[in-house]
């Protein structure tokens, strides 16, 4: 399992409005004024004097000269024809047709049908214009017809159905119920007009240099009503001037221009919801640009959508021309609610502080050329884009920004991708052949995310970025990582998430998933420094459950500090837990991760991996390998890193694949970096040597105090050519406590047995050789003899693979065998019959095999004076069968036939051991270094010899019959059988 990790919450500043709940900016100045005039045009029937009634009687006669205001009224209709100028109130009334074709000028007018029609020409007043045709219980509406112009100072209210006007309207709220149409010129100054249940056309423009308000809904909730206007839609630059425009069906209008602009159609998403055109125009949508130009204070604000919650609302926009500019605050929101946005070849733009951009579809696609930016790059306040699609295609090159610095990390720059469609939510990015898009915030205080259940990337190449000096970062997050149904899946393509430093530290990249199946060309996460100045590295942090890589698929995870400059890896550079199965290398199908320090100087960082449940295979190309893992300091000063792998199970050429170097010119008794391998801390510890002389390193692995018995055996006992083959051959030396940690750290492919303290390997691809050291006591002879021998196998390996004379060689078998001969038979007869068998105790004429030598099973002598000591139970053993079974690891061959232990033991007496044989109990292997001393084994001893001091092999000064040809009767001898002697 992973490591537990909290989720990223999202400021609520960039949290998008709710495409199914939206709360809807109603410019509530203009309406409730609308629905107040009507109040006050009933009350002033009720102030009119009573006494000083004007009548239509039957709809044909008028006031006279002497009216200066009041109530008009008649029964059946009225026709009034007069021009009236009034200093009061004028209220004209019937149940019938009402049709005032003089003009009317008084403080406030009244113009009412209660039963049937009205028609009005000019009408002009100080405080506020009703038009009204409907009856006394708002239940019944009629026509009204305008003809002639109409202004008032405060308001012009006009309620009924199927309102037309032939001339421009000023100020106007107009309401019309009961399924009609309004048919209107050019509106003017303040705008309120609403049919609930039919269309609204306006031939002209609407908005002047004194509109504020502009407020144009049509429509019920079966989709009813579409907004058509001819011209363009604008208000003042002022703050907080508005446009809203709502259908239950199409809009269709010119440009907009106002600091506000909201343009919802199809509002009540009916299916088969036609397409909104964005700069297009048509029957659905708004033919020229969308500027929300906000000039006094405050931003820009423009919010379209077509469609509702589960609606088909389709939008295109058709040209780059919608841009949002203001002090700060600027919003832009197209919501294609159910259906698809497709995004223009151009720019859509919402600069400054306090700014954002939504698009939001089900499928959002962008084309080639899309450029989204919500940039501050002065910096300093939140500025975000938000994508909320379940799809988004792209094709040629687009780009997504939302650069500059913001101002702390609850309120930064960011872009967000998320999910669309409500419960489990997914993202798919979907890319054309070739295609690229980049969606990033750069600066300080900045990020960006994917945020999804399912986040999903196919063909073309898509790069999620955040640079910048400091708190920045790049997300892949699951909403809830408990399912398997959340992942993050790449079937092809590449993925590229970089929180590298501009001018400063790398960021954060964080990948957070409940399982990560990556098939694409490459996966790469970068959080390095800068590429060009100081700057130290970032994090990366890589949770899964369960990982997949692909066999064509290539990883790659740097967390390095500064590229040509100074800097710092961190020291907790990264974390990768895969949670599964993992192979780390260079090739298709593995990761490959570094964290070094800055190129002129800086410390290199730590890596830790992971599997979790699986494991974690390190591959070792059969060519010259290249580092998989990389913690080193690269520059002329810095302390080396930290690399932990855990759970491999397989031998890997560790210290090809992984280097944790410090500089060259670092001092020895500086950190020179460690790995914890499955659980083991390993140190590295440098030697001191010039670069050129091997060995330039050597490793402990028991405690922060290395005894560097292998490094001293090393330098003081290998002679130039043998240091030159060491280093030829690649090889490196470890101490380690016991077998158990050898056994963890190297993972030998053949159980080495309980008793071993020391094994040499070679790993023959690369080629490189591991000599290594276990379980002594601290006794620092015993222990150096045991690196001598050791150093032997190694050799002996690098010897094999130059094609040289070594311990599978046919003169090296030979003088193996004459040396069991000769401990065996003081005299080699015709036949083994008449040899002489070689008492193993007695001295005769030349110390006997056995005398003072110790039984490494038993710790006691062999002999017992001139007889074998009981103890050991030798019973009818040929010298050759005691020598066996006293120590069988040395004197027993491979299954090549090889006597490899007897060749690396052989030189480690001749090159140290024989120095200290005053004092068996100090050597490593008293029973062998105890025969050789008596002079038996006489042939091995002198190949160990000639290895020592450089010489060639086999060695020249060897014994006679070391090379003699074996008796007739030899093939029939066996070392180490029972013989009765």
């Not at 199914?20 to 409730?32: D, E, H």
């Not at 389709?314 to 002090?327: E, M, P, Q, R, Y």
């Not at 400063?504 to 060309?521: C, K, P, Q």
């Not at 692909?550 to 837990?577: D, E, P, R, V």
């Amino acid at each position: 399992m992973k490591p537990s990790s909290s989720k990223l919450g999202l400021p609520p500043n960039l949290q998008p409005q709710s495409k199914g709940n939206k709360m809807r900016r109603i410019f509530t100045g203009l309406a409730m004024a609308s629905f107040m005039m009507l109040g006050i045009s009933s009350a002033a029937y009720a102030n009119y004097d009573p006494q000083l009634p004007a009548t239509c009687d039957g709809g044909n006669n008028v006031p006279d000269s002497t009216f200066t205001g009041g109530v008009i009224s008649s029964i059946g209709g009225c026709n009034l024809s007069e021009s009236i100028t009034a200093s009061s109130a004028v209220s004209v009334t019937s149940d019938g047709a009402v049709n005032v074709t003089g003009s009317l000028s008084a403080p406030g007018v009244t113009v009412q049908s209660t039963g049937s029609t009205v028609s009005v020409g000019a009408i002009t007043s100080s405080a506020f214009i009703d038009i009204l045709a409907h009856d006394a219980n708002n239940t019944v509406y009629n026509s009204i017809n305008i003809n002639g112009s109409i202004s008032a100072a405060l308001a012009t209210n006009i309620v009924g159905s199927n309102i037309t006007s032939a001339v421009p309207l000023t100020s106007a709220g107009i309401t019309s119920h009961g399924g009609g149409t309004v048919n209107l010129v050019a509106l003017n100054g303040d705008v309120d007009v609403t049919n609930d249940s039919g269309d609204i056309n306006v031939v002209g423009n609407v908005g002047d240099s004194t509109t504020t308000t502009v407020y144009i809904s049509a429509g019920d909730a079966i989709g009813n009503g579409n907004i058509n206007i001819s011209g363009t839609v604008s208000t003042t630059s002022a703050q907080f001037t508005n446009v809203e425009l709502v259908a239950g069906g199409n809009i269709s209008t010119g440009a907009i221009t106002s600091p506000q602009i909201h343009v919802y159609a199809n509002d009540y998403g009916i299916t088969g919801t036609s397409t909104f055109l964005l700069g297009g125009g048509g029957t659905n949508g708004i033919s020229g640009a969308v500027t929300a130009n906000n000039t006094t204070g405050g931003g820009g604000y423009i919010d379209i959508e077509n469609g509702y919650q589960t609606g088909q609302g389709n939008i295109t926009v058709t040209d780059g021309k919608v841009v949002a500019t203001g002090t700060d605050g600027n919003f832009i929101d197209i919501s294609a609610l159910g259906g698809t946005l497709i995004l223009p070849g151009g720019p859509i733009t919402a600069g400054g502080p306090d700014s954002q951009i939504v698009l939001a579809g089900k499928t959002v696609n962008f084309v080639n050329g899309t450029n989204i930016s919500s940039d501050y790059l002065t910096g300093g306040l939140t500025h975000s884009v938000v994508i909320e699609a379940d799809t988004i295609n792209y094709a040629g090159t687009s780009v997504v920004t939302a650069n500059g610095s913001g101002q702390d990390s609850n309120d930064p720059g960011a872009v967000l991708v998320q999910g669309y469609t409500s419960g489990t939510t997914k993202v798919q990015f979907i890319g054309a052949a070739g295609a690229q898009i980049s969606l990033g915030a750069d600066g300080d205080h900045t990020y960006t995310q994917v945020y999804a259940d399912a986040i999903s990337f196919a063909t073309g190449a898509v790069t999620l970025h955040s640079q910048g000096t400091t708190d920045h970062s790049v997300y892949l997050t699951n909403v809830d990582d408990t399912s398997t149904s959340d992942n993050l899946t790449v079937t092809s393509g590449s993925l590229l998430a970089d929180a590298s430093g501009k001018a400063g530290a790398g960021g954060t990249v964080s990948v957070d998933v409940y399982a990560a199946v990556l098939n694409g060309d490459s996966i790469t996460l970068n959080a390095n420094g800068p590429a060009t100045g100081d700057g130290n590295g970032g994090t990366i942090n890589f949770n899964a459950n369960s990982t997949v890589m692909g066999a064509t698929s290539k990883g790659l995870l740097t967390a390095n500090a500064a590229a040509t400059g100074n800097g710092a890896a961190s020291t907790s550079a990264i974390s990768f837990y895969p949670g599964s199965d993992v192979v780390l290398g260079s090739a298709n199908g593995e990761f490959a991760l570094s964290a070094n320090g800055g190129n002129v100087s800086g410390n290199a960082g730590s890596i830790t991996v992971n599997s979790g449940s699986g494991t974690v295979t390190v591959d070792v190309p059969t060519t010259q390998p290249t580092t998989v893992v990389s913690a080193i300091a690269t520059g002329s000063s810095g302390l080396g890193g930290n690399v932990s792998i855990n759970k491999y199970s397989t031998r890997f050429d560790i210290n090809a694949s992984i280097k944790v170097d410090a500089s060259p010119a670092e001092s020895p008794s500086n950190f020179n970096g460690s790995m914890t391998l499955n659980g083991v801390l390993c140190q590295q510890y440098k030697t001191g040597f010039a670069p050129s002389t091997w060995p330039l390193v050597y490793w402990d692995c028991t405690s922060a105090t290395p005894d560097g018995i292998q490094r001293t055996f090393a330098t003081n006992y290998l002679t130039t050519s043998l240091q030159t083959l060491m280093d030829d051959s690649s090889v490196t030396m470890y101490t380690l406590n016991s077998l158990g940690d050898y056994n963890s750290v190297f993972k030998p492919e053949k159980a080495l047995p309980l008793n071993a303290v020391g094994a040499t390997f070679e790993i023959p691809s690369t080629p490189s050789g591991y000599t290594t050291v276990f379980g002594l006591s601290s006794n620092s002879t015993r222990k150096t003899e045991l690196a001598g021998h050791e150093f032997g196998h190694a050799i002996d390996d690098a010897n094999a693979l130059a094609g040289v004379e070594n311990s599978a060689s046919n003169d090296h078998k030979k003088y193996s065998i004459n040396d069991y001969l000769y401990l065996d038979y003081s005299n080699i007869s015709s036949t083994e019959m008449a040899s002489t068998y070689r008492d193993p105790c007695s001295p005769g004429t030349s110390p006997a095999p056995f005398a003072g030598v110790i039984d490494l099973t038993t710790n006691e002598l062999i002999c017992n004076g001139t007889t074998l000591n009981p103890d050991g139970n030798y019973g009818n053993l040929t010298n050759s069968g005691i020598l066996n079974k006293a120590d069988a690891h040395i004197f027993t061959a491979n299954s090549a036939g090889a006597w490899a232990e007897l060749y690396a033991q052989a030189f480690a007496y001749a090159d140290y051991g024989y120095m200290n044989i005053g004092t068996v109990s100090n050597l490593y292997d008293q029973t062998a270094d105890g025969v050789f001393y008596n002079g038996y084994m006489n042939c091995a001893e002198k190949w160990g010899a000639a290895l020592a001091g450089g010489q060639s092999v086999p060695p020249t000064s060897a014994s006679a019959y070391c090379s003699a040809t074996l008796p007739a009767w030899s093939p029939g001898y066996i070392p180490f059988a029972n013989k009765t002697h």
